[in-house]
């Protein structure tokens, strides 16, 4: 880690080289291919999907600070915060019930 690293928009800890995931704003599938994208952290991508469908995305969620706002994602913000910059969970995430 140096102080050159990336910060993630989302957690706002540094992003390690090779710890990154870009994260279309609006879907690729939802007409967002070419549109602006953010470097996440992998794990925080993850849990972005996790929580979300590519049209909760495209329609409600395709801003940073919607993303923060959202009480699912809010939470585990909260949680992943405390974690070091390199931190990726050992147990592979899913999709939660809708």
């Given at each position: 880690?140096?102080?050159?690293?990336?910060?993630?928009?989302?957690?706002?800890?540094?992003?390690?080289?090779?710890?990154?995931?870009?994260?279309?704003?609006?879907?690729?599938l939802?007409?967002?291919?070419?549109?602006?994208?953010?470097?996440?952290?992998?794990?925080?991508?993850?849990?972005?999907?996790?929580?979300?469908?590519?049209?909760?995305?495209?329609?409600?969620?395709?801003?940073?600070?919607?993303?923060?706002?959202?009480?699912?994602?809010?939470?585990?913000?909260?949680?992943?915060?405390?974690?070091?910059?390199?931190?990726?969970?050992?147990?592979?995430?899913?999709?939660?019930?809708r």
């Open positions: 880690m140096t102080n050159s690293d990336p910060i993630c928009p989302l957690c706002g800890r540094p992003i390690p080289n090779g710890g990154g995931s870009l994260h279309h704003l609006i879907p690729k939802k007409g967002g291919k070419g549109g602006p994208t953010v470097l996440l952290h992998q794990i925080c991508h993850k849990e972005v999907h996790a929580t979300l469908t590519e049209a909760e995305l495209a329609r409600s969620f395709n801003t940073v600070e919607a993303l923060r706002a959202h009480p699912r994602l809010e939470k585990f913000l909260t949680w992943v915060r405390k974690r070091p910059p390199g931190f990726r969970s050992k147990v592979p995430g899913k999709r939660r019930g």
